[in-house]
């Protein structure tokens, strides 16, 4: 009996608790030459993803969804991520250039 109550009071107090889990607002991609760093991110929705160019020369994303503008060297350019999934993008200047983007 004293076991069950304990069972009940340990139930009831974890419910009073939210689980709080901070959600950044975006996830930085470095442009670098001949390639994405890092090459997969995993966001939850509502994550932005954050392109910064740190090459020496243009680049841009493809993606099944958007499309950056060409960025030159120190430019950045963010697209939030609304749908799940896994997606993959492409440099459309540089091929070989790929990464991953994993939405929950």
Known sequence: MR???LCVVLLFCTACFEKIVE???FVEVQMTPGSFTPDTVRVMKG????WI???TVAHNTEGPFWATP???PGRSFDERMHHGGPYE??????SGERGWIIVR
């Open 89 to 94: 993008y492409r440099c459309t200047l540089h």
């Open 53 to 55: 160019n740190s090459d």
């Open 70 to 72: 060409t960025l030159a």
């Open 47 to 50: 994550t932005a993803i954050r």
């Open 23 to 25: 959600v950044p607002d």
């Open 3 to 5: 076991n069950a109550a």
